[in-house]
């Protein structure tokens, strides 16, 4: 969970940067802007594909747990 508030704080802080662009031309706000929108991306496809791989070890148990029921 912690990681899903530091993902979401770093995306609003890259649009913040990214916000601050807009009418000036600050390559150092545009470098950590698109490098917080990069990580927080990275940091949120993570979160997801962990998220799937924990269902798909519970879908695993309950059909072992399945299985086991029908054998005895």
Same mark, same amino acid.
């Given at each position: 969970?912690?990681?899903?508030?530091?993902? #979401?704080?770093?995306?609003? #802080?890259?649009?913040?940067?990214?916000?601050?662009?807009?009418?000036? $031309?600050?390559?150092?706000?545009?470098?950590?802007?698109?490098?917080?929108?990069f990580?927080?991306?990275?940091v949120?496809?993570? $979160? /997801?594909?962990e998220?799937?791989?924990?269902?798909? !070890? /519970?879908?695993?148990?309950?059909?072992?747990?399945?299985? $086991? $029921?029908? !054998?005895?």
């Amino acid at each position: 969970m912690g990681r899903w508030i530091v993902a #979401t704080i770093a995306f609003v #802080t890259s649009f913040f940067f990214m916000h601050m662009l807009v009418g000036e $031309n600050d390559s150092l706000s545009m470098l950590v802007g698109i490098s917080l929108l990069f990580a927080s991306s990275i940091v949120i496809i993570m $979160n /997801q594909y962990e998220l799937l791989g924990y269902h798909r !070890k /519970q879908e695993r148990a309950k059909m072992r747990e399945i299985r $086991n $029921n029908l !054998k005895s």
